[in-house]
């Protein structure tokens, strides 16, 4: 069974920095790709980065673009979104997911989700 389990979530001022970890267990394939999306109420689930374990390739969503970076950790079977300059937009349950291959942040091609880790950003 797949399972994927985010921590780091939190409440910040703006400007600050949180860094959310999401760890895999459970999927059998060794190079993976690996997201973050989010959602805040009455909207869709975005995607904010993705990484493919395999080469290390990522994909950002402009809107954080410079001040959010995804990477990872095969050992841990770990995967981190390290959020600087955080925006009173970037408020949002973000919520990890896997797929055996990136298809540009498509939220349907993601099989498998974790429950989601708040952050919230006030000024």
């Known amino acids: 069974q797949v399972q994927l389990a985010e921590s780091g979530g939190g409440s910040v001022q703006v400007g600050e920095s949180l860094r959310l970890s999401c760890e895999v267990s459970g999927y059998r394939y060794g190079s993976k790709c690996m997201a973050w999306f989010r959602q805040t109420p009455g909207k869709e689930r975005e995607g904010v980065a993705e990484i493919y374990t395999g080469d290390g390739s990522v994909l950002y969503d402009d809107s954080v673009k410079g001040r959010f970076s995804i990477s990872h950790d095969n050992t841990k079977n770990t995967v981190y979104l390290q959020m600087n300059d955080l925006k009173p937009e970037d408020t949002a349950i973000y919520f990890c997911?896997?797929?055996?291959?990136?298809?540009?942040?498509?939220?349907?091609?993601?099989?498998?989700w974790g429950q989601g880790t708040q952050v919230t950003v006030f000024s």
């Open positions: 997911a896997v797929s055996i291959n990136c298809w540009g942040l498509r939220e349907r091609s993601y099989g498998h």
